[in-house]
């Protein structure tokens, strides 16, 4: 059984190096495979990998398609270096790990499911989503807009009324949150090819994976239209795997996050107040810790999962 971990990176070396870490200290078979936007900041990239850790020059972007394409890339590479592994687990490196990595690993050597993924029909009443908004995300074609990036947060705050121009006609949208344009474009979406949505992060099978690379290479066409669509990301995945038909996926990604304080569509920097909270979720990962705010939640969270397991294992 070997896991690989994938984990998007733009910020905070520190904690990145950490979260490595504690993964490999497991003593469990894993592979982790760092997507970094290097624009942000640097890595050691030699002391990385010369302790078994790929560095791929990834590339973040809210909004876009940049985070999949670097998702994709991860994926590429993984295929042309025949690289064994049974599970792709998908974090950023803000995440850290609540269950101890074993045990991770043992729960998906026996589970019957093909993947662990939040997902949703993104046009029913079934949508985390208001109906409108996954409509304006996914039925759109978006670009960048320059003079959107160069407004101040307050002014962006200030024109937000201005997107009520997006419900009373059906031909474009303005996202001030993304600083994008869109105008319609002719779906991609039919009765046998549904839009999906959830998290982009996920535990996903081997087979789950190989599939998606295979369907990218023969559905360019797929690939080009979520190029051109606002938060690709949180549809992407669960797209293609869920309208394949092929999978026993589970939909829960295994991440506990709180968006219940919230406003700006982004979760709670978890602290020590929420431990238990974190303890009583049933997840593998929770997100997103911030060592500069809050270290002492990662030094208890290090004993829950390296120290006390090694206690009961020299118990035996």
């Not at 940049?66 to 974090?91: F, G, H, M, P, T």
């Not at 026993?248 to 219940?260: A, E, G, I, M």
Request: glycine letters at 4%; hydrophobic letters at 35%; a neutral charge.
């Amino acid at each position: 059984m070997k896991i690989c971990y994938l984990i998007q990176t733009h910020q905070n070396p520190e904690q990145i190096y950490r979260l490595i870490k504690t993964i490999q200290t497991s003593e469990t078979d894993n592979q982790i495979i760092i997507s970094h936007d290097f624009t942000t900041c640097n890595l050691d990239i030699n002391s990385l990998e010369k302790n078994n850790v790929k560095v791929l020059n990834g590339k973040g972007g809210r909004g876009n398609f940049s985070s999949v394409q670097s998702y994709l890339n991860a994926i590429k590479w993984l295929v042309d270096n025949r690289i064994e592994y049974d599970w792709l687990i998908y974090i950023s490196g803000q995440d850290y790990p609540i269950k101890p990595i074993a045990e991770i690993d043992h729960i998906l050597s026996k589970t019957d499911y093909d993947g662990f993924m939040e997902y949703f029909n993104v046009f029913s009443l079934l949508s985390h989503w208001s109906i409108q908004e996954g409509q304006s995300r996914y039925l759109f074609q978006y670009q960048s807009v320059e003079f959107l990036k160069k407004l101040p947060n307050w002014l962006k705050q200030l024109l937000t009324p201005i997107k009520i121009i997006n419900y009373l006609q059906p031909f474009f949208r303005i996202n001030l949150a993304y600083e994008m344009f869109g105008v319609r474009r002719k779906s991609l979406f039919n009765k046998d090819f549904l839009c999906y949505g959830g998290s982009f992060f996920t535990s996903l099978s081997r087979k789950c994976v190989e599939y998606l690379h295979t369907f990218c290479q023969k559905h360019p066409e797929v690939v080009e239209y979520y190029q051109k669509v606002c938060v690709s990301d949180e549809s992407f995945l669960q797209t293609i795997l869920v309208n394949s038909r092929k999978f026993h996926l589970c939909n829960d990604n295994k991440l506990y996050f709180d968006f219940s304080t919230t406003q700006n569509g982004r979760p709670k920097v978890l602290g020590i107040s929420d431990y238990n909270a974190i303890l009583q979720s049933h997840a593998h990962f929770a997100r997103k810790f911030d060592m500069a705010q809050d270290r002492i939640i990662l030094d208890i969270l290090d004993e829950k999962i390296t120290v006390l397991p090694h206690l009961l294992s020299g118990m035996k």
